[in-house]
């Protein structure tokens, strides 16, 4: 619990340490995501019965970050954020173990099953940013969501190369090493999180507090929020999900794709260094405003041509696009719950958001086999087009209320 200083404001000590271990634990989970992504669509398409269901692993993935919102919200009000910190790094390193097994039995739904639990655990890292709010002041808060942020450029590297050096080690398993150091890799993620302060709630706090959750979810901030934070998600999945499966159908390398998903990740997590301060001088709404536009903007690269730095080059954009409009959608999430509210309307905000992101997942595979690489960069312009809708809407509307 942080204490309170002679001027009312509050000390970040505890916040800061929390934010180096949930920074570190960052890094590590998205590697996770990274062997995932980087090898999903292709393992995918040597397992399964049709090519168009070469993507299910990775959208069975978003599944997973969907389902396992609401029980790391619950797991989180009932037993602290630790207990699902712990429960989720077990998810991963099943995952790893079980996605092993099945490229080594040639089993298509063990292997999407893997990929569901490492969703779960990816379900539990999206609470790292607000359990790092937790105990800090409001001005530190956006700085907090984006340092720990931060952590993934970390899992750029260390993911795309886990996979480039572990590959080929058991032919012809392929990747199947890769997913057994992952599961190292969560386990590790599991000491680091041990360490996190996050106590046990209060009786008074397990039983939740605060607004009703129905008048926080209405309000127009809220909406707004939610819309951005699934719009940018979304469209940033629809173009890392097809992009190594489109890069092979090109006649591209691994290495060439896991270069791009490595830079693509750095991109993502990279830019977390400044968010937070771009948040704090501009507002989160204009930041994410100019990460929905970067979005936008791969698609252009994507549809300008087929070669490599043409998929690097969108993959990249589309990173930092992803980073400024989610974490800034983040930050709106943040001001729009008192402390009581805090777990419940997070937990509530990521299970919409993956949801959607979800669903939007599973087309995104037989979107790519039957149109091509263009229309998954299409369908990214109307996206966006209403989620700075959704941005300006609320925008005016607090206007009007101030003015009132």
Known sequence: MNMHI???AIDDTVARANVRRLAAAQALTGANAAVVFATGSIVGA???????????????????LAAGTLPTGMISQAFGRRAAFIAGTACGALCGVLAAVAILYGSFALFCFATFLGGVYGAVSQSYRFAATDSASAAYRPKAISWVMAGGVFAGVLGP???QWTMDIWPPYLFAVSFL????????????????????????????????LLEIVRRPRFIAAVVCGAVSYTAMNFLMTSAPLAMKFCGLTLSDSNFGIQWHIVAMFGPSFFTGHLIARFGAAKVAVVGLILEAAAAVIGLAGITAMHFWAGLFVVGVGWNFS??????LIVETHGPQEGKKVQAFN???VFGLVAIGSFSSGQLLASYG???VNMVVFPAVAL????????ALMQRRAVAS
């Open 373 to 375: 690489w263009s229309m």
């Open 46 to 64: 040597t397992l399964a019965p049709s090519m168009s269901l070469a993507t299910l692993p990775l959208s069975i993935y978003m599944l997973g």
């Open 181 to 212: 150091v992952q599961a190292v890799v969560a386990l590790i993620a599991m000491a680091v999180l041990a360490g996190v302060n996050a106590p046990k709630p209060a009786p008074a706090q397990m039983t939740g507090g605060g607004r009703p």
């Open 350 to 352: 990521d299970f919409i």
């Open 326 to 331: 989610f974490v800034g959608a983040s930050a």
């Open 387 to 394: 989620a700075l809708a959704a941005l300006g809407i609320a």
């Open 161 to 163: 190369q886990l996979v």
């Open 6 to 8: 002679a001027d009312g």
